[in-house]
């Protein structure tokens, strides 16, 4: 294992101390208990960054391909992403915060389209699963480590947001440093077509819908995102509001029940998502993929016909494996459909739009919900698990149909 692949790999520990800290953990339920924010408005928020992620990627995606920038755009949008997460819980108003909370989202969701397209620039050949698959577990590692370090530092000085940008751009420095872009004789752009980068999203499609299964594929991803996205967002309120969990820190390191579950469940994922990587290179991303889909099922079921702090521990720690296995296959995937190294960041800025477009509607469907439950009470959250379910299923029946390409 090179360096190239380790600072590769460590981009993933890098940036989930982000999603895991701002994202899951603080400001949605920052935004809720503090701000006097709804899961409605929070929701809004991620979507609108969602939808400005879906309309610009795949154009700076088709440009960083014909100029050859992926990792000078990776760059960029990370750092711009650390320096608005610390500026976060800076001004107590909600709108403001909601603004910062959304650009911040955009940044880092940008930042991943060049991430992605790196993959082929550092994994050997045949390799690419296997990459993939560290890449999942070390950014499982910094959910962990993240939550912990952030959540024992902010008690004692600083805020939350703070750290987690300090942090996120420290551990983003080996990428910066040691990973290049792939040499300019593997790049092999048309230049008459890629000059036409300016017609972004309408061209990119036509170019997809020339690929047998990768409609179909970003289609299913679609739904399949839709939901896990929307768990990811909505975790924290859920577990306070929902099933009685405690945010508040009852001992002298700042750790408190949500942290602790995030934790115990972010754990699960680290094995098995590694263990999904060579399972991926041996047997292939499709089917891979459908199985983590199914483990899905089986965790968002549980979680509807059971109550309890106890049965909670059990079907997150199933959907975590599960998320591992989603992130751990699908990249592989798309990159065996295309087949065209040439062509990476654009195809990964549809990659983008299929899932940031799902971020927009999950979120929303999640708050709508909530909202027109709330004579229910509790029972609200089950009704939210519930779309959640449906929207996987749609997805899983898109996907049996895409090419299992190896």
């Not at 092999?188 to 020339?210: E, M, P, T």
């Not at 469907?365 to 609200?380: H, M």
Request: charged share 15%; hydrophobic share 55%; proline share 3%.
């Amino acid at each position: 294992m090179n360096k190239k692949v380790l600072s590769w790999a460590g981009y993933d520990f890098a940036n989930t101390i982000f999603s895991m800290n701002v994202v899951s953990r603080y400001f949605p339920i920052f935004a809720v208990t503090v701000l006097g924010g709804t899961d409605l408005v929070v929701g809004v928020s991620r979507s609108t960054a969602m939808v400005l992620v879906a309309l610009t990627t795949p154009i700076f995606g088709a440009l960083a391909d014909q100029h050859n920038r992926r990792k000078t755009s990776l760059v960029i949008f990370t750092i711009a992403c650390c320096v608005i997460t610390a500026f976060l819980s800076t001004v107590n108003n909600l709108i403001v915060e909601l603004v910062l909370f959304c650009l911040a989202i955009y940044c880092f969701q940008s930042a991943l389209v060049f991430y992605n397209a790196l993959l082929p620039a550092v994994a050997p050949s045949g390799k690419m699963g296997y990459v993939s698959g560290l890449g999942v577990s070390l950014g499982y590692v910094g959910s962990i480590t993240g939550l912990f370090v952030v959540a024992v530092l902010s008690s004692k000085t600083f805020s939350p947001y703070i750290w987690t940008a300090i942090l996120f751009l420290f551990f983003s420095l080996p990428v910066f440093i040691w990973v290049k872009d792939m040499p300019r004789e593997n790049i092999k752009v048309d230049g008459g077509k890629g000059s036409q980068y300016h017609k972004g999203l309408i061209i990119s499609l036509k170019r997809a819908r020339q690929i047998p299964g990768v409609i179909r594929f970003l289609i299913g991803r679609f739904f399949i995102v839709e939901a896990m996205e929307t768990v990811i967002l909505f975790m924290a309120v859920f577990l306070i509001k929902g099933a009685g969990f405690k945010g508040m820190a009852s001992n002298n390191f700042g750790i408190d029940e949500v942290t602790i579950y995030l934790i115990v469940v972010t754990s699960s994922t680290i094995i098995g998502s590694y263990i999904w990587g060579m399972l991926t290179q041996k047997y292939g991303p499709k089917k891979m993929l459908l199985l983590a889909v199914i483990l899905w099922f089986i965790s968002l079921s549980g979680m509807v016909m059971t109550s309890g702090k106890s049965f909670l521990y059990l079907w997150g720690s199933i959907a975590g494996i599960a998320l591992g296995g989603v992130w751990t296959s699908d990249r592989p995937l798309l990159i065996n459909l295309i087949g065209d190294t040439a062509r990476l960041g654009e195809f990964f800025g549809l990659y983008a739009l299929s899932g940031r477009l799902a971020a927009v509607i999950g979120p929303l469907i999640w708050g709508l919900v909530i909202f027109f439950g709330e004579p229910f009470g509790d029972i609200k959250y089950k009704f939210a698990i519930e779309a959640l379910f449906l929207m996987m299923v749609i997805g899983f029946i898109i996907l049996r149909k895409v090419p299992d390409a190896r």
